[in-house]
């Protein structure tokens, strides 16, 4: 009997990692990043834990590492799950580096996998609550357009000029880019959703601690604190599982509630 593969993009630390270790008991893992070292611990940790994993040096932002992330997923087995972590943030990168990982990047790993991806499968990519102060309009459907063509950065940078407008656009653009694709998904008898976490624990956040705005963040978040990776990865593994075999096409917001009272106060 073929295995059921659980593919897992910034699997090296943080959510990703979570994420390998709650689906490593439905099957072998390949977790992908950009930093080899980080592969190297996750994978000592995941294998301590019981979980069958093999690690792989991926950069989401080159087309070509991320084909050669798939063929070697494809050789592992049947592909179930493919969860899209990858990302960076405004600490991370200068406004083009952020459209290139977080947006073309997530455009290369839906193209990539999708023809390896069958009947009950599922693809996750994580955009963010930031995505949601980011209303659609005119400017940005004419640089979402079309993902598949290079200019796609080049178009959306007049609308990113720095780091920090660029991450919720990029994250604006998973949302969008993942409701644009559940008809052909669903043709196939696969499912494509998107998260969007709020506050969590995790290295991302760790780096942007320097900035006043993530305590003021969870101090205004109704659950009263920030998530848990834990959290997350209990909330992919429901999305995969068949008792959400109804939910494609959608965005789930995983924020303690921060969104939405966010919205409440800006209509107020």
Wanted: proline fraction near 5%.
């Amino acid at each position: 009997m073929m295995k059921k593969v659980q593919v897992i993009t910034g699997g090296g630390s943080g959510m990703g990692l979570e994420v390998a270790k709650v689906l490593g008991t439905q099957g072998p893992v390949l977790i992908g990043g950009r930093t080899e070292k980080k592969l190297e611990t996750a994978l000592q940790e995941l294998k301590a834990a019981g979980v069958e994993a093999v690690a792989m040096a991926c950069d989401v932002s080159d087309k070509d590492s991320v084909a050669a992330f798939a063929k070697k997923a494809n050789e592992m087995g049947e592909i179930a799950n493919v969860i899209h972590c990858a990302g960076v943030s405004p600490s991370m990168g200068d406004a083009e580096s952020i459209l290139r990982i977080n947006m073309v990047g997530t455009v290369h790993v839906v193209e990539a996998f999708y023809p390896l991806m069958g009947q009950g499968s599922v693809l996750i990519n994580i955009a963010s609550m930031a995505g949601y102060f980011v209303p659609m309009n005119e400017h940005l459907k004419k640089a979402f357009a079309d993902p598949s063509d290079p200019s796609l950065v080049a178009g959306t940078l007049p609308l990113a000029a720095d780091a920090n407008s660029a991450y919720p656009i990029s994250k604006r653009f998973v949302i969008n880019y993942t409701t644009r694709n559940v008809v052909r998904f669903a043709q196939k008898g696969a499912r494509i959703v998107s998260v969007s976490p709020g506050t969590f624990e995790t290295p991302m956040i760790a780096s942007e601690r320097q900035s006043p705005d993530v305590d003021n963040i969870i101090k205004a978040t109704p659950a009263g604190r920030a998530g848990d990776p834990k959290e997350i990865a209990w909330l992919i593994e429901f999305l995969c599982s068949e008792k959400a075999a109804f939910i494609t096409g959608t965005d789930v917001l995983i924020d303690g509630g921060f969104t939405q009272l966010a919205a409440r106060d800006q209509i107020q």
